[in-house]
């Protein structure tokens, strides 16, 4: 794979990392991000053992198989998003914050893909005719930029967690922190009820807990420690 296209690659990884490192969901948003490119790599596999060893790859693209673009653009596509969104939110609703890595990575690509073949048909399958003659990742000029801002937000927010961190209680919430406050106020809206299962002994724990995956107990009059488990939320 060309080092431009693996630069992109990297690129959507460490953008999506900055926002969500310190979340439980972290790890998922990082695959989330990473699943559009998996289109891109079947193309270029496609292009190196699909053809004959002489093809180049411009040659290889006038052959490519119709149902490697589409999956390459459904991808890459916010109707996909928000239907695979709606499946986690029946299915395993925790994992819905995670999604937002796969937003990042298109709305990422849909400035930095010019228009050819690989244009970010952001509503795809709805119309595969909408998208934006963008500023192509093969500048060297973008990829150099890309990582300069990345660099600098990097030391920008290390440099504020410090900070954060030595001011302790002197700390004023800045609009990074109301930020946070209100995503983790979408997320966490409701307190999670704890129900009878099998767990942990907790004593003089509330009968309820906020977040996610997380054990208690149900408070009962005599104190007497009881095991529960409280449901995974999806």
Known sequence: MPFYYSMDFFSHILWTHI?????????????????????????????????????????????????????YFLLHSFVTVFIVGLVLWKLKPRLLPALSGWVIHILLDIPFHETNMFATRFIYPLSSDVYFNGITWLNIQIILLNYLALVLVYVY??????????????????????IN????????????????????????????????????????????PRTVLCEDGG
């Open 157 to 178: 927010v290390l440099w504020r967690e410090s900070k954060k961190q030595r001011m302790g209680e002197g700390w004023k919430p800045d609009w990074i922190d109301k």
């Open 181 to 224: 406050k209100l995503v983790d106020g979408l997320i966490n809206r409701k307190r999670i009820p704890a129900h009878h299962g099998t767990g942990h002994d907790i004593r003089g724990a509330s009968p309820e807990i906020s977040g996610e995956n997380e054990e208690g107990v149900e408070a009962i009059e005599d104190n007497v």
């Open 19 to 71: 926002p969500f490192r310190n979340k439980i969901w972290h790890d998922e948003a990082i695959l989330f991000a990473m699943l559009p490119d998996v289109g891109f790599l079947l193309i270029m596999l496609y292009s190196m053992f699909g053809t004959t060893y002489s093809t180049s790859y411009s040659e290889a693209m006038n052959t490519l198989p119709p149902v490697l673009l589409n999956i």
